[in-house]
């Protein structure tokens, strides 16, 4: 008997990177074999159109990563494509629909709570965040550096039998600028879902995931598919919960009509 399915209203996920070598699609699609949910937004940087225009890879598990969302889509799930800046390439194709997915630039999505949360990729802050191109451009190389020594970690944990860990993750928090960096993003972010008037905002774009409340708006990233291995998903009863996926499953942040779900909270 097939083994039952955890089942979620909605479903965030967003630089997953296939077509990149250090995108985890062996996690990722064991998480969408896995759960069920009647919407699954995809959030920018799906597919890494710069990796592959450098160098083209594309192993079978990329191929099923897309198989899978294409098959939901086509079995009723609600599909939703907002691209990011890596596959800017499908901003062309923004209303139209493929394969039963519908590719938006944006899009207000109401939770069960009655919420509103501006779903969009993120790269429309940069200009917030970086000081200037040359900085851009020493944070691009500095971080394929992270991301050489996270496979090189990860490959060898794997060689011993040990769970995936991020090492990139890792070293980003203890980075001062890296800290800075994501703080002043999640200002433009929580300052942009002001001017479009939501109750909170889903973003990816940072490779960060978090999930904060600040100046009445719940501010959510959902992470990566390339270090962190994270969804954001709402629950049925309409909480916003950030969920790790590995060889284990583990719930990180937990938001119910967004106040902080605790020990204390759950009990009451």
Same mark, same amino acid.
């Given at each position: 008997?097939?083994?039952?399915?955890?089942?979620?209203?909605?479903?965030?996920?967003? @630089?997953? =990177?296939?077509?990149?070598?250090?995108?985890?699609?062996? %996690?990722?699609?064991?998480?969408?074999?896995?759960?069920?949910?009647?919407?699954?937004?995809?959030?920018?940087?799906?597919?890494?159109?710069?990796?592959?225009?450098?160098?083209?890879?594309?192993?079978?598990? =990329?191929?099923?990563?897309?198989?899978?969302?294409?098959?939901?889509?086509?079995?009723?799930?609600?599909?939703?494509? *907002?691209?990011?800046? =890596?596959?800017?390439?499908?901003?062309?194709?923004?209303?139209?629909?493929?394969?039963?997915?519908?590719?938006?630039?944006?899009?207000?999505?109401?939770?069960?709570?009655?919420?509103?949360?501006?779903?969009? =990729?993120?790269?429309?802050?940069?200009?917030?965040?970086?000081?200037?191109?040359?900085?851009?451009?020493?944070?691009? &190389?500095?971080?394929?550096?992270?991301?050489?020594?996270?496979?090189?970690?990860?490959?060898?944990r794997k060689r011993f039998?040990?769970?995936?860990?991020?090492?990139?993750? %890792? *070293?980003?928090?203890?980075?001062?600028?890296?800290?800075?960096?994501?703080?002043? %993003?999640?200002?433009?972010? *929580?300052?942009?879902?002001?001017?479009?008037?939501?109750?909170?905002? &889903?973003?990816?774009?940072?490779?960060?995931? @978090?999930?904060? %409340?600040?100046?009445? *708006?719940?501010?959510?990233?959902?992470?990566?598919?390339?270090?962190?291995?994270?969804?954001?998903?709402e629950n049925l009863d309409?909480?916003?919960?950030?969920?790790?996926?590995?060889?284990?499953?583990?719930?990180?942040?937990?938001?119910?009509?967004?106040?902080?779900?605790?020990?204390?909270?759950?009990?009451?």
């Amino acid at each position: 008997m097939a083994p039952k399915k955890s089942k979620y209203q909605t479903i965030w996920l967003s @630089d997953i =990177h296939l077509g990149c070598k250090d995108c985890k699609a062996q %996690y990722l699609l064991d998480l969408l074999n896995k759960v069920e949910a009647k919407t699954i937004y995809l959030v920018g940087d799906i597919i890494d159109i710069w990796a592959l225009e450098r160098r083209f890879n594309w192993p079978k598990l =990329h191929n099923q990563v897309v198989d899978t969302l294409i098959d939901k889509a086509k079995q009723g799930t609600r599909v939703i494509y *907002i691209p990011g800046n =890596h596959d800017e390439k499908v901003r062309k194709y923004i209303g139209m629909t493929f394969a039963d997915i519908e590719i938006h630039q944006d899009y207000i999505h109401t939770t069960l709570q009655d919420k509103k949360l501006l779903v969009i =990729h993120g790269d429309v802050f940069d200009g917030k965040v970086c000081l200037g191109k040359w900085q851009s451009r020493l944070g691009d &190389v500095l971080y394929d550096f992270l991301l050489f020594l996270n496979r090189v970690c990860y490959a060898t944990r794997k060689r011993f039998g040990w769970g995936y860990w991020s090492l990139a993750g %890792y *070293i980003k928090s203890r980075v001062k600028g890296a800290n800075e960096a994501i703080k002043r %993003y999640q200002d433009a972010a *929580i300052e942009y879902a002001k001017t479009r008037g939501t109750d909170g905002i &889903v973003c990816g774009h940072i490779h960060q995931p @978090d999930m904060i %409340y600040r100046d009445d *708006i719940l501010y959510c990233n959902d992470g990566d598919w390339l270090e962190n291995c994270t969804m954001l998903a709402e629950n049925l009863d309409g909480s916003i919960e950030l969920i790790y996926w590995t060889e284990t499953v583990q719930s990180l942040t937990q938001f119910s009509d967004f106040a902080p779900v605790t020990p204390a909270n759950q009990a009451a």
